[in-house]
């Protein structure tokens, strides 16, 4: 292979996210890029040490999935001054814009305001009761998902988060504090959940039908990142809307790259992908045997 | 030479083995940059696991370091933020909040007759907790002296940048050798390891040495916390997640037995270099799924282990024959 | 002599209670400077537990302290060596971890400019051992030394605390002649400056040899003070005991007449034990002699296969078998009584009644536990047999005496019933009474058909009840006497005789 | 007979005061807490979720109590869960019935305590290093399984293990009940229990006594393997999936945090199984209690630390002695009583 690209990956924490490693895996292969693959085991530090290696390795280009957004600026520099271009994946970092070449990132604020928007506009000023899955306490998915849900419900004085509690993005968390949901606000009383991620909401449906209830219509669910359980968990009707996250970050990001290295086009500084809304109206069962082998 | 300083040896002659191997199948890991790039990358690591060598010498264990790290960071972000002290203020608090609460873990540990392992384990979900309280968000540093402090480093041919923060963890390292071997509270640490009543009918002031060792964990995880702050100019609750047992594992790989008593903190040294080449080595060779990269830290883990075990007992094997299980009781 | 000046420690109804025994019962002693004082009494009088409430390692339930007259209340064992008091505690309490020079001065380093000067301790501690007679490396750990080194370490370490006070807890008891007449000639210097020394032992002679003054206690209570000069052994054991000990005449034990029970040819390990040939009998007591680390551990362990021979062969009763491991020898029905009963012999937070069972649990197997009944049986039966003295069989055996904690473990090796009975220094801090019990006891065994191999020190005991005694020298067997031959002064001469052709 | 039952109880007493203490905690922050209905052809309610959600981290306990027991610990158990969790996924994946799954993972289990052991007893390797082996490996092998994605299955029987029921109590539930009694039960009918503790105390003495430690400590990584398949199993039947990235997570902190609670100490020696196992439960009611209060979950852990060391510190030998000596003194100084007891035996 002509180019040497080194990625380093914040860990292996979610099905998602090992989607994107194998995804973005599949896109360099496709190109015929050597990728240097380093998983940082979801420390920071790590990815400091990686981004560190593959400058003294002498990289061609450099992929960051940033697993914080603060704390770039030292080694972003050293990289610049070695003349290795950084391109981030799904998250930005607070460093300034001329540190790396692009960022290829959702709009984590969006998705959540997405979210929101979808449940205004299906109580349609009924009231509504909700509970909130949390991501990882501290996590930048979970700070903004949480802002962007919380901005589109507001002035909309139907719609309240009764309880909000983390699931640490996990399918069992999400069970367990469901459970527990259901029991100190009851069952009848709880009108919607709002899961930061699909994990957690697919645990959440075992936990809804366990108290007897039913899912997607009891409780309505929204969460985010269209992962294939959720799909599946849509077409059987006990789940109404996900927003896709993407995981082919990795495909915009090498065709940047790549026309850079060949002529020198500056990409944009920023690469929005679509948060689209998946409801019941899509055709789920489709979706679900299209995503299934991705590696999710 | 004491027969004692045989797992040094052993553990540099690793290290030297191992770097050898990696350099010949990656002539750039003899560039200055990787060599920075270990003293930098592992400055704060290097820092908590000098702490956590003299805990392990007493016989005890400190698994707040992690969080305490992750605290000091959080606490100065949000008061370099919120307030106008200057840095070195802020580093002076929260070196003595960071003191004070490995002081009083000590403290618990010695007056309630409580195992560090259980004690240490609620001070790390506390120091974790209150950086929580503190702030969820990852907090920037925007500090000019932040800035001033970062742009020290000395630029070697190569491209190698020694930075202010590896220096520092050399300087803790020295310390903590003079400190281990060349002063009462250092002999008193071996002591404590060596047997806890023995050393009470010896005359070893335990409450004193119990409270200094876990305050000198503490400090120096506050001074981790400082340099980690510098590495990342931010300060962020989830960050240092399970360095506490990185630190462990290069105090192990040092040389050091858990059962306290023998070991030094130069061994810690070579420990955390082999960890730190463990990583690069893997990095280089970046064809590790997130899983082998998994597997085969461990592996290494296991084999610096067996290697260090098997070399230890070729060279003990001949001297003491009859004292082979009275070493362990 | 003493009594024109004033004491220079004065205890004075010093209490101490432990749930279920009263272990001190309002105990007086005075100490005067320039003597030595014995401190005497059976196994569990409370000898140790006094020491321990005066150093400040127990705290006192009742009582005061005077140093000087001045009332003195030490909390910790720090306190006291402050004070002048310096102290060997009855088991070996040194760090094995640290260096023998670091052991001497640990928290009185030698500093040059806030450090710890490494070339002045050494020689410090150089100098200090030689003292002794010592001429071990004080750079290597503590660890690399047997026992009787660590003593001697112990008792450096000590006198050099001890500016006013030394206190000794039975310090010979791993020492032979040689050692303890140098520790003798420490303790006259000692005593010349004026230093008031208290003297635990089970050794009365040596107790008569050095002391001035004996202070006897039984069951936690003085029972009375006399000035050696003035008294009688007979008087003093009787005092002891609450009773006469009767003067038992030791019959030289007959030649072994039983049946050859275990034969080694050519047994060994290198680089531990020179390859030896040992055949024992049933009904045959052999004696083990020789200086300390000549081997007669080693010899105990290899034939236990606490550790493993490399070369030679064991026939059992005339059939081959293998001694890997000490399950297997328990197997074959050996027992061993190991010498250092703190790290390889008592399970400290076990019960005595546990401790008991132990071995016997151990050989029938994990599946099959011994029923309530019968533990609780054989347990009450080596008590009695044994004299153990205990509050009750369910506290832990860490609390027993040093002394009762040894007979513990004898009824441990008993319980087996064994036909093979390794005995390493069996009457280690036992007192007068019990030793001649378990003398008698050995003879008993003896009787009934029991092989035993016995390793002691003590060579007026291995004289009595030996059949045979095998001398060991360097790690290697040098003469075996028997019969007649078996004499104290024919044993040291086998002891201090150059290697020659009496070899076996 | 009777005079064990009252031992095993005044063993359990401080754990029993303590779980009461937390649960009423629990009632204060929610009055329904009790509260127990039979819904939907099961019990329903936070006293069975406590019970439930503590099935992971009991059957973590019975091999921790036991590994502790014998001065060891065990960091390797939340990796194992992993493991096992994931193999059984794959096998009904695969098409294979339950119980293959559950051998297999349990087989599995067996595998990786085995190694433990062999590297503590056999290679003399400390054990909180020994297992850390695992401990970092073990995932990766997990996901190696899964290849990093939540394996789903759908085989109920094996879900049942996990989500089912049975006569209305959640399978868990009974699971580890039966499980800790039963290993409660074989260690103190047998001498297994009282050779665990030689061990743990003196292992020089236990091997000179004829006591083979090498094949006991080996057995007891090899119990805590397959305890911890066990809760693999479970926790992965509970949500239809094998996550391999956060089976177990951490949970080892929690199972030795429960052995301590339970009062056992991590020096090795005496144990009990039921005060882990309360211990356990404990730990759950403490949880449960973070859960109800509807605390923002940033005050989690503070919560957790505080209600733990408020715990721990209750338990400390000291504070035990002084309490002690307190109630002692209250009564009349029992000297005769004591010398009697001292001079009957002899
Ligand atoms: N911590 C303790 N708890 C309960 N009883 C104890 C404790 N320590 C000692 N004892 C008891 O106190 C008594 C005195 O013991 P001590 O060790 O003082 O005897 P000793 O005279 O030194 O005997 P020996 O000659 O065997 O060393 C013994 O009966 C012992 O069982
Ligand atoms: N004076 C000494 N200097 C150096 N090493 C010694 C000395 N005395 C003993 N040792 C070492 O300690 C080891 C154990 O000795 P130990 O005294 O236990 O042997 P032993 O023959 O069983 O004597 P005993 O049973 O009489 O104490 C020996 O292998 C020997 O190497
Ligand atoms: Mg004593
Ligand atoms: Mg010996």
Redesign the interface.
């Known amino acids: 292979a002509d180019l040497t690209i080194g990625f380093s990956q914040i860990g292996s924490e979610s099905g998602w996210r090992a989607a994107e490693t194998t995804v973005t895996k599949q896109e360099a292969e496709k190109r015929g890029i050597d990728l240097k693959f380093a998983d940082a085991q979801q420390k920071q530090e790590n990815q400091i040490k990686a981004i560190r290696s593959f400058i003294a390795q002498g990289v061609d280009a450099i992929l960051l999935a940033p697993v914080v957004a603060t704390g770039w600026d030292e080694v972003l520099e050293e990289a610049k001054d070695a003349e290795i271009p950084v391109v981030l994946l799904d998250r930005t970092v607070d460093a300034p814009e001329d540190l790396y070449m692009t960022a290829v990132t959702s709009d984590l604020v969006h998705e959540g305001s997405v979210a929101g928007q979808w449940l205004v506009d299906e109580t349609a000023g009924e009231k509504c009761d909700i509970v909130e899955l949390q991501g990882t306490t501290g996590s930048s998915p979970a700070i903004d998902r949480k802002k962007g849900f919380e901005q589109a419900i507001s002035g909309h004085d139907n719609l309240n988060i009764v309880r909000s509690q983390t699931g640490d993005f996990t399918r069992s968390q999400g069970k367990v504090v469901m459970e527990s949901f259901l029991k100190a606000v009851g069952g009848a009383n709880i009108c919607a959940l709002y899961a930061h991620n699909d994990d957690m909401a697919v645990g959440a449906i075992q936990a809804i039908k366990e108290a007897g209830l039913k899912p997607g219509e009891d409780i309505k669910i929204v969460s985010i990142d269209s992962v294939p359980d959720i799909h599946l968990a849509m077409a059987n009707g006990e789940a109404n809307a996900t927003i896709e996250l993407t995981p082919n970050m990795a495909g915009p990001a090498l065709d940047a790259l790549e026309a850079y290295l060949a002529d020198g086009t500056m990409p944009p500084k920023w690469i929005q992908t679509e948060s689209k809304l998946y409801t019941l109206k899509d055709d789920n069962m489709a979706i679900y045997e299209m995503k299934k082998d991705l590696g999710y | 030479m004491r027969s004692t300083h045989l797992p040094l040896l052993i553990t540099i002659a690793t290290f030297v083995l191992a770097y050898t191997l990696c350099a010949s199948q990656y002539p750039a890991m003899l560039s200055t940059r990787v060599v920075a790039n270990l003293l930098t990358d592992n400055a704060f690591l290097g820092i908590a696991a000098v702490g956590m060598t003299f805990v392990i010498l007493s016989g005890g264990i400190d698994l707040s370091v992690g969080s305490v790290i992750a605290f000091t960071g959080v606490f100065l972000a949000v008061i370099l933020r919120d307030t106008s002290i200057h840095p070195l203020v802020a580093f002076v608090l929260v070196l003595a909040i960071t003191i004070s609460f490995g002081a009083a873990m000590g403290a618990m540990i010695h007056y309630l007759e409580m195992p560090p392992f259980i004690v240490t384990l609620a001070g790390m979900f506390l120091a974790r907790g209150a950086a929580y309280v503190l702030s969820t968000d990852s907090v920037p540093i925007t500090h000019e002296f932040y800035d001033t402090l970062q742009s020290l480093y000395w630029k070697a041919p190569g491209g190698g940048r020694f930075r202010l923060t590896g220096m520092i963890m050399l300087l803790t390292f020295l310390v903590g050798i003079v400190v281990a071997h060349r002063t009462r509270f250092g002999q008193n640490v071996y002591a404590l390891g060596g047997g806890l009543s023995t050393a009470r009918l010896m005359g070893v002031p335990l409450a004193r040495t119990t409270i200094g060792i876990y305050a000198t964990s503490g400090g120096l995880a506050g001074l981790a916390g400082i340099i980690f702050s510098l590495y990342t100019s931010a300060g962020y609750s989830l960050a240092t997640v399970g360095v506490e047992l990185d630190a462990i594992a290069a105090v192990v790989i040092g040389g050091t037995l858990l059962t306290g008593g023998t070991g030094f903190v130069a061994g810690t040294f070579f420990g955390i270099l082999i960890m730190g080449l463990i990583q690069t080595f893997i990095v280089f060779d970046g064809t590790l799924s997130s899983w082998w990269t998994k597997i085969v830290i461990g592996g290494l883990l296991f084999g610096f282990i067996l290697l260090q075990k098997g070399l230890t007992w070729a060279t003990t094997l001949r001297r003491k024959p009859a004292t082979e299980f009275a070493a362990q009781s | 002599m003493a009594s024109v000046t004033d004491p220079v420690l004065e205890c004075r109804g010093i209490s101490k209670?432990f749930?279920?025994?009263?272990a001190l019962d309002a105990v007086d002693l005075t100490l005067y400077p320039g003597e030595v004082h014995a401190l005497l009494g059976e196994n569990g009088a409370g000898k140790s537990t006094l020491i321990k409430c005066l150093t400040g390692?127990y705290r006192r339930d009742a009582g005061t302290i005077l140093l000087n007259s001045q009332e003195i209340s030490p909390n910790?064992?720090?306190d006291?060596?402050k004070l002048g008091i310096g102290?060997v505690?009855q088991e070996v309490?040194?760090?094995?971890?640290?260096?023998v020079a670091?052991?001497l001065f640990?928290?009185r380093?030698p500093m040059w400019h806030?450090?710890?000067s490494?070339r002045k301790m050494m020689k410090m501690a150089r100098d200090l051992l030689a003292e002794f007679g010592l001429s071990v490396n004080p750079?290597?750990?503590l660890?690399?030394y047997s026992v009787a080194v660590q003593q001697v370490v112990a008792i450096a370490?000590a006198v050099e605390l001890s500016g006013k006070v030394l206190i000794l807890d039975e310090p010979t008891a791993s020492l032979d002649r040689d050692e303890v007449d140098l520790v003798f000639s420490v303790i006259e210097k000692l005593k010349a400056r004026g230093l008031a020394i208290v003297f635990i032992t089970h050794f009365l002679d040596q107790v008569f040899e050095i002391s001035d003054r004996a202070t006897v206690l039984r069951n936690g209570r003085v029972v009375g003070t006399r000035l050696l000069a003035d008294a009688t052994q007979t008087e003093i054991v009787t005092l002891m005991l609450g009773r006469q000990l009767e003067d038992r005449i030791h019959d030289r034990a007959p030649s072994a007449t039983g049946d050859t029970l275990i034969e080694l040819t050519n047994f060994g390990?290198r680089?531990?034990i020179t390859p030896f040939d040992l055949t024992v009998r049933k009904g045959e007591v052999v004696g083990l002699a020789g200086l300390l680390g000549s081997g007669r551990?080693?010899t105990a362990?290899i034939i236990?296969g606490?550790?493993q021979a490399d070369q030679g062969e064991a026939l059992l009763e005339g059939k081959k078998v293998t001694i890997k491991?000490?399950?297997e020898?328990?197997?074959h029905r050996f027992a061993?009584c190991?010498e250092?009963r703190k790290?390889?012999?008592?399970?400290?937070?076990?019960s005595v009644r546990?401790n008991i069972i132990?071995?016997l649990?151990?050989?029938?197997?994990?599946?099959?536990?011994?029923p309530k009944a019968k533990v609780n049986e054989l347990a009450?039966a080596y008590?009695?047999a044994l004299?153990i003295?205990?509050?009750?069989?369910d506290m832990p055996i860490r609390l027993l005496s040093g002394g009762n904690q040894q007979k513990a473990l004898l009824a441990?090796w008993l319980a087996t019933n064994p036909a093979f009975l390794i005995l390493d220094e069996p009457t280690r801090g036992i007192d007068v009474g019990a030793h001649a019990e378990i003398i008698a006891l050995i003879e008993k065994l003896r009787e009934d058909g029991m092989a035993l191999l016995v390793a002691s020190s003590e060579l007026e005991e291995l004289v009595a009840y030996s059949t045979r005694v095998i001398v060991l020298r360097d790690r290697r067997q040098v003469c075996e006497l028997a019969g007649d031959d078996i004499t104290t002064s024919n044993i040291v001469a086998a002891i201090a005789d150059e290697p020659m052709a009496e070899a076996v | 007979m009777t005079a064990h039952v009252h031992n095993t109880l005044r063993r359990i007493t401080p754990q029993l005061i303590i779980l009461a203490a937390v649960l009423m905690l629990n009632f204060m922050v929610f009055p329904d807490f009790f509260r127990i209905e039979f819904q939907n052809g099961r019990l329903f309610g936070n006293l069975i979720d406590v019970l439930n959600r503590g099935a992971p981290t009991a059957l973590l306990c019975i091999g921790m109590t036991l590994v502790i027991a014998t001065r060891g610990i065990d960091l390797s158990v939340g990796a194992v869960m992993a493991i096992a969790g994931a193999v059984a996924a794959s096998l009904a994946v695969d098409g294979h019935g339950w119980h293959v799954a559950l051998t297999g993972a349990l087989a599995v289990g067996a595998i990786c305590g085995l190694w433990n052991g062999v590297l503590v007893a056999v290679l003399r390797i400390q054990p909180i290093v020994a297992t850390l082996v695992l401990m970092v490996a073990g995932r990766g092998i997990a996901q190696l399984v899964t290849e990093g994605t939540i394996l789903t299955f759908l085989d109920p029987g094996l879900i049942h293990l996990g989500a089912g029921t049975i006569l209305g109590i959640p399978t868990p539930i009974l699971i580890w009940i039966g499980l800790g009694l039963a290993v409660a039960a074989v260690v103190r009918k047998t001498a297994l229990g009282m050779l665990i503790e030689a061990i743990g105390i003196n292992e020089s003495s236990s091997r000179l006594a004829g006591i083979n430690s090498r094949v006991l400590i080996i057995s007891v990584y090899l119990i805590s393997g397959v305890c911890a398949a066990l809760a693999g199993v479970i926790v992965a039947a509970d949500i239809k999936g094998a996550d391999a990235n956060n089976a177990g997570l951490w949970l080892e902190l929690d199972a030795i945090l429960a052995v301590v609670i339970g009062g056992n100490s991590l020096l090795g020696g005496r144990f009990s199984i039921m005060a882990s196992l309360l211990g356990a439960l404990i730990i759950q009611s403490v949880n449960s209690v973070i859960l109800l209060s509807g605390m923002p979950p940033e005050f989690n852990l503070v919560i957790k630390a505080l209600i733990i060391i408020a715990i721990l510190v209750i338990q400390s030998p000291t504070v035990k002695h002084a309490l002690y000596i307190l109630r002692a003194s209250a009564e009349p100084q029992p000297s005769d009583p004591i010398k009697e007891a001292k001079e009957s035996p002899q």
Not at chain 3, 93 to 99: R, Y
Not at chain 3, 343 to 350: F, P, T, Y
Request: proline content about 7%; charged content about 20%; overall charge negative.
């Open positions: 209670f749930p279920g025994a009263i390692a910790s064992t720090q006291s060596q102290t505690y309490n040194l760090l094995p971890n640290l260096t670091e052991n640990l928290g380093q806030g450090f710890i490494q750079a290597e750990p660890s690399a370490r390990k680089g531990m551990t080693e362990e236990f606490a550790v491991n000490p399950r020898a328990v197997a061993l190991p250092d790290s390889d012999g008592i399970v400290g937070d076990l546990e132990l071995a649990q151990a050989r029938q197997g994990w599946f099959r536990p011994l009450e008590v009695k004299d003295r205990l509050a009750s069989l441990r």
